[in-house]
């Protein structure tokens, strides 16, 4: 895992936190009651559930889909549906540019 406001480069870098800040965002401009609005929330709240349920699965290393592609790759789709739901509200003050970010590959989080 990353430092709370380091850059998002690999799934592994992604926390339940930003998950959860990330649905608080969308979720305070999504909630004015007309049908766009409504379908973009429930849109984003299943994006959001498909980040929070790989998230254990990931940073378990005893688990079967600790190296699983298919596994990573639902979490990077999750994800960046959630980051460009948030997109047109990036000059907003609240939007956290460094933590949500397009993650372009799968890969893990080379170890040092």
Not at 8 to 14: I, K, N, P, Q, W
Not at 47 to 60: A, F, K, S, Y
Request: glycine content about 6%; hydrophobic content about 40%; some cysteine.
């Amino acid at each position: 895992m990353t430092p709370e406001n380091a850059p998002v480069e690999y799934v592994d870098d992604l926390t339940h936190q930003d998950a959860r800040e990330i649905m608080a965002f969308i979720g305070a401009r999504t909630t004015d009651g007309s049908p766009t609005a409504t379908a973009l929330h429930v849109a984003v709240l299943h994006l959001h559930l498909g980040v929070t349920d790989e998230i254990p699965r990931l940073g378990n290393p005893f688990t079967t889909e600790y190296r699983s592609i298919p596994a990573r790759i639902r979490m990077r789709t999750a994800w960046n549906g959630l980051v460009a739901a948030a997109g047109p509200w990036a000059d907003h003050p609240d939007y956290a540019a460094a933590r949500w970010r397009h993650i372009d590959n799968c890969d893990q989080r080379p170890t040092d």
